[in-house]
């Protein structure tokens, strides 16, 4: 019993559902609903998507104000390649089509646009403006 | 047995050359990891070849690194690690090297490699490749090995990896490196100077706003001293130089600071590869003259 016990301990912690580099590649990035788009007079995009004020910045703000600021209006100005590939997001294609779509416009190696394209997924993953299929 | 070779030789192949050692490999083995002495090739499917390298001081002998290996391993892999004869087209073709084969296999993975060592050069050499369901690198690794070299010839080292090609002269040590999304970097010294490689991608959006001298000016800022000239060199080459302060106080403060006295950089666009080549030279003595010019002329994106 005790030994079992210690066995659990040095069990390795599962790690919980995070797709493998082929998997996550497979999937199929959606856009949210609520972001709304706006272009500039660069052509660059600005998404505007709604974001909730974190607990302790809620009290604050009701101390502060006494009313609550539940949740607000955030903005995210994309560059170039941002607004690139935030175009590329049609809601059909892969990861994986989107890399691909991205490397053959910018003459990119595959791994290169891959770093790319999915470093800049993660962040509007982080932010909540996509989700993936 | 057919059938594997003309898959093997269907394939199309590569140079891969870096810090002394150069070998070639099928087009999709990509690096996925570097380092210094270290290489790790991979495809989709995982993990398929392995280079470590290191100069050896001292007296060396195989078995002992056989040994340290296969203590380096966790059990189970250690279980399954052995010393195995060398195939015969693996020992046709390093038959310039002491070596010693090895073999392991796990539920899902074996691998056969070689610890190898040149007499010549001082080099020992850790080789291995993996082979998983879906995957045949041992096919190709008689290539891979034929192909192998360990030696630095001539005055000039290779170096080809990922997109980017280039010969640097032998004196000049690897310092350090970067490979990022969209930036590369190799930076090489000799003591006395610094050398640094560096590319930049995609170029069409990068020179939107001002080409060379604007991307210049907003990524490195080398134009922004006083001092610095600018020359254009083409339509589609740059090039900025910084020598040392002409009164005797700045000189001083300048030594004082151990500042580089001279520097120089070449930046050029790849119009076709769309790409942005860079190379600088930091150093207290001017370049000597035709060494950038011999650089700037091997560099290129491939």
Sequence with gaps: ?133 | MVDRFKYAESLKWRQIAWNGVRFDTPMDWEIGKIGHRYLLLETPGGPVMEVKWAPVKGKFSLRTQFKHLAAAQGRQLRRGLREEKLPAEWARVIDGYDSLGFAWQTDSICGRGAVLYCRGCRKAVLVQFFETTGQRPFTQAGRVLASFEDHTEGRKTLWSVFDIYAEVPAAYHLKRFRFEAGAYELSFTNRQSQLTLQRWGPAAVLLKDGGLEGFEQRCLGLSAKRSVTFKKRSPLTVELEDGPPSGLFPRLYRRLQRYPFYRCLRLWYEVDKNRILGVRYEGRQPIEAGVLDGICKTYATV
């Design chain 1, 1 to 133: 019993m005790g030994s079992a016990k210690r066995m659990r301990r040095f069990k390795t912690k599962n790690k919980g559902g995070i797709p493998s580099r082929v998997e996550a590649l497979e999937c199929t990035p959606v856009k949210n609903d609520r972001v709304e788009e706006s272009r500039l007079e660069n052509g660059e995009l600005q998404l505007s998507y709604p974001a909730t004020s974190r607990p302790w910045l809620g009290g604050f703000f009701r101390r502060l104000e006494r009313k609550s600021k539940g949740t607000y209006l955030k903005k995210l100005q994309l560059d170039a390649l941002g607004t690139e590939v935030w175009e590329l997001l049609d809601g059909g294609s892969r990861v994986r089509d989107v890399i691909r779509q991205f490397a053959a416009r910018h003459r990119l190696q595959q791994r290169e646009a891959e770093l790319a394209v999915t470093r800049f997924l993660r962040e509007l993953g982080k932010r909540g403006l996509i989700g993936l299929r």
